[in-house]
């Protein structure tokens, strides 16, 4: 079945920029997504179809794609933002139909 | 607002039948906007798709779960369901359940509300 890769893990200042990135074959064809899990919490949609924001997710949050690779990009990181960050896309092969995740990517505020 | 409220038992036996019921309010389980689905997370590891039902009983499961998934629906109740069989240690995890926005096709999909989850212990 189709994979989905992440960084284990991106660390960045206050201030700075964080890029996450998340490879996979299919992801041109595919619509890219991006949620944030904080500790003891459930994800949350940050990012949809490769580039769109959810209303009420920080303007810093953005998301962009090129060939086989999608990327969250989260300017000026604050503190708030450290978190568990997953990618997501959804594939048919042959007569199955599912929903994939990556690995996740642990970000650290130093 | 849409809102999902899991609930079951937070201790299963191995060998037995893990049951997990998904509780919907601020939209009718009827509706075309979402499909209806579960997700897990071992402790300290990633998310894992389970599988998704939509439409009153159509379904789609992971291949890797498959022979051991059953999901419902209970419209009257606003309620769908999950059933693992045979479960062991490896199962243990939080079991999520979310409403997947269904979109124009299935590129689209992705899971736009979340319950708070539920922890599942298999011992």
């Known amino acids: 079945s189709y994979e989905l890769i992440q960084p284990p893990s991106v660390s960045v200042s206050p201030g700075q920029t964080a890029r996450i990135t998340c490879s996979g074959d299919?992801?041109?064809?595919?619509?890219g997504y991006w949620y944030q899990q904080k500790p003891g919490q459930a994800p949350v949609l940050v990012i949809y179809?490769?580039?769109e924001r959810p209303s009420g997710i920080p303007e810093r949050f953005s998301g962009s794609s090129a060939g086989t690779t999608v990327t969250l990009t989260i300017s000026g990181v604050q503190a708030e933002d450290e978190a568990d960050y997953y990618c997501?896309?959804?594939?048919?092969?042959?007569?199955?139909?599912?929903?994939?995740f990556g690995g996740g990517t642990k970000l650290t505020v130093l | 607002q849409l809102q999902l409220q899991e609930s079951g038992p937070g201790l299963v036996k191995p060998s037995e039948t893990l049951s997990l019921t998904c509780t919907v309010s601020?939209?009718?389980?009827?509706?075309?906007?979402?499909?209806w689905g579960w997700i897990r997370q071992p402790p300290g590891k990633g998310l894992e798709w389970i599988g998704i039902?939509?439409?009153?009983?159509?379904?789609y499961y992971n291949p890797s779960l498959k022979s051991r998934v059953t999901m419902s629906v209970d419209t009257s109740k606003n309620q769908f369901s999950l059933k693992l069989t045979s479960v062991t240690a490896a199962d243990t995890a939080v079991f999520y359940c979310?409403?997947?926005?269904?979109?124009?096709?299935?590129?689209?999909?992705?899971?736009?509300?979340w319950g708070q989850g539920t922890l599942v212990t298999v011992s």
């Open positions: 979310a409403a997947h926005w269904r979109g124009g096709n299935w590129n689209d999909v992705h899971l736009k509300y």
């Open positions: 601020g939209v009718s389980i009827r509706s075309s906007t979402y499909y």
């Open positions: 039902i939509y439409d009153s009983g159509n379904t």
């Open positions: 299919a992801l041109p064809k595919r619509g």
């Open positions: 179809k490769d580039t």
């Open positions: 997501q896309s959804a594939d048919t092969s042959g007569s199955y139909s599912y929903v994939v």
